[in-house]
């Protein structure tokens, strides 16, 4: 006969380790783990849509053309991008909004991928000297309201979010004031 090692029953285990872990412990994690992915992807793909400088190359047959006149006094250009990323990032509020009343949590976490990326696409925009401090002052306080927002979401507060949404809508009707005065 041959003996055959006794293996534990699940019956004869004391009942703490047959419960589950708290899923509270296992949610935080994985939200962790999500924003960080987020944040990762958020930076990589900001940083991938930098434009790169490359120098034309002109053969020795061509002549070479004059560069066009740019006219610095011409502000439109920003007036015109910073106006349309403003308006998308409420459009990403509005997203919020929206998925707070679904209890969609999942995506919640890509709305606040969204949110960094557009603030990464404002950050990018070269604002005329006119309003330079007021619009990287107003830039600065919305990256805080989307912390803001990012830690409400990490401990499952609506509340939290819905306010600090509320506070990012109001930086953004001041970014859209200070992009009023470029003239």
Same mark, same amino acid.
């Given at each position: 006969m041959t003996d055959t090692p006794a293996s534990p029953? !699940?019956?004869e285990q004391p009942s703490s380790i047959l419960a589950p872990r708290p899923p509270a412990r296992v949610r935080v994690w994985v939200l962790v783990l999500a924003i960080v992915l987020a944040f990762g992807a958020g930076w990589g793909v900001a940083s #991938?849509?930098?434009?790169t400088e490359s120098a034309p190359s #002109?053969?020795?047959n061509e002549p070479t053309a004059e560069p066009e006149e740019v006219d610095d006094h011409d502000d439109s250009a920003f007036v015109r991008v +910073?106006?349309?990323? !403003?308006?998308?990032?409420?459009?990403? !509020?509005?997203?919020?909004?929206?998925t707070l009343d679904e209890d969609g949590f999942w995506r919640l976490l890509s709305n606040a991928v969204e949110l960094n990326f557009n603030? $990464?696409?404002l950050l990018e925009h070269d604002a005329? +000297? @006119?309003?330079?401090?007021?619009?990287?002052?107003? !830039?600065?306080?919305l990256e805080k309201d989307v912390d803001t927002i990012e830690a409400g979401i990490t401990? @499952? $507060? $609506? $509340?939290?979010?819905?306010?600090?949404v509320s506070d990012a809508r109001d930086t953004i009707e001041g970014l859209r004031g200070v992009v009023s005065r470029v003239d």
């Open positions: 029953h !699940l019956d #991938a849509m930098k434009p #002109a053969s020795p +910073a106006t349309r990323d !403003l308006d998308d990032f409420g459009d990403d !509020l509005d997203d919020v909004d929206i603030v $990464s696409q005329p +000297a @006119s309003i330079e401090e007021d619009w990287a002052d107003g !830039l600065a306080q401990a @499952s $507060s $609506s $509340s939290a979010v819905r306010s600090a």
